[in-house]
């Protein structure tokens, strides 16, 4: 995926106006809608955590086209998103798996993937003067998962099959979801406790330490693969 001058915009100023702000939004919603699987996106993003958040009441919920009869996963705190894959077959599905799947922040190419961001704000963001007392966090989760509609040749065995899988899959991507909902706070405790000069830096420390939890947790559980989240 290429940047979008926007973003680069963004990523240059250092203060945002509500225009760029915008900017940024539509940026993330294409992003969304694209299912763009570039690391590079994530660092983006991750960088970009400086900068005023975004009104609540502007974002829009980007949902892929091409929603089908499956029904939709939901996680709470996250927005998902979908790569389809076709198939009849176990050996099928796992070659759509290899070719289709995200890759994520870390490289690693699986099965799905957990994105989040947080962003951070204060009265005087960027200059000697502030107000931390008023500095805000919020976050952004997108999970991309499969989504195989079963054709009517396929075997109930392995639809049987699939959906254990799906749910474990969902399972392991809730645990990195859930650790952004949980701690993200800790990047507003951060904030507060330090000066209108170190603020920014004690945020980006306490966002690499969720940032930390992701990488020992795939660690642990081989990305989800020991909790089930093996196919076939
Ligand atoms: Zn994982």
Same mark, same amino acid.
């Given at each position: 995926?290429?940047?979008?001058?926007?973003?680069?915009?963004?990523?240059?100023?250092?203060? /945002?106006? *509500?225009?760029?702000?915008?900017?940024?939004?539509?940026?993330?919603?294409?992003?969304?809608?694209? +299912?763009?699987?570039?690391?590079?996106?994530? +660092?983006? $993003?991750?960088? /970009?955590?400086?900068?005023?958040?975004?009104?609540?009441?502007?974002?829009?919920?980007?949902?892929?086209?091409?929603?089908?009869?499956?029904?939709?996963?939901?996680?709470?705190?996250?927005?998902?998103?979908?790569?389809?894959?076709?198939?009849?077959?176990?050996?099928? $599905?796992?070659?759509? +798996?290899?070719?289709?799947?995200?890759?994520?922040?870390?490289?690693?190419?699986?099965?799905?993937?957990?994105?989040?961001?947080?962003?951070?704000?204060?009265?005087?963001?960027?200059?000697?003067?502030?107000? $931390?007392?008023?500095?805000?966090?919020?976050?952004?989760?997108?999970?991309?998962?499969?989504?195989?509609?079963?054709?009517? *040749?396929?075997?109930?065995? $392995?639809?049987?099959?699939?959906?254990?899988?799906?749910?474990?899959?969902?399972?392991?991507?809730?645990?990195?979801?859930?650790?952004?909902?949980?701690?993200?706070?800790?990047?507003?405790?951060?904030?507060?406790?330090?000066?209108?000069?170190? /603020?920014?830096?004690?945020? /980006?420390?306490?966002?690499?330490?969720?940032?930390?939890?992701?990488?020992?947790?795939?660690?642990?559980?081989?990305?989800?693969? *020991?909790?089930?989240?093996?196919?076939?």
């Amino acid at each position: 995926m290429q940047l979008s001058r926007g973003m680069l915009k963004v990523l240059a100023a250092t203060s /945002a106006s *509500n225009q760029d702000e915008r900017q940024a939004h539509d940026h993330f919603a294409e992003m969304n809608a694209k +299912l763009t699987r570039s690391v590079s996106v994530y +660092l983006v $993003l991750v960088a /970009a955590c400086g900068r005023p958040s975004i009104p609540a009441s502007s974002r829009t919920e980007t949902q892929p086209a091409t929603q089908t009869a499956v029904a939709p996963v939901r996680i709470p705190n996250a927005t998902i998103a979908y790569y389809d894959i076709t198939g009849s077959s176990a050996d099928e $599905l796992r070659t759509q +798996l290899d070719r289709f799947g995200p890759i994520g922040y870390d490289g690693y190419k699986g099965d799905a993937t957990t994105r989040w961001f947080i962003r951070w704000n204060w009265p005087g963001y960027g200059e000697s003067s502030c107000d $931390l007392n008023q500095a805000t966090v919020s976050y952004e989760i997108e999970v991309i998962l499969p989504r195989w509609s079963p054709p009517d *040749n396929a075997q109930p065995d $392995l639809v049987t099959q699939w959906t254990a899988y799906l749910h474990a899959l969902i399972e392991h991507e809730k645990g990195h979801v859930e650790y952004v909902v949980d701690r993200h706070s800790t990047v507003l405790d951060a904030i507060k406790n330090a000066t209108c000069e170190t /603020a920014d830096e004690a945020a /980006a420390r306490a966002l690499q330490a969720i940032r930390q939890h992701d990488i020992e947790y795939d660690a642990a559980t081989d990305h989800g693969k *020991n909790q089930g989240a093996r196919f076939p």
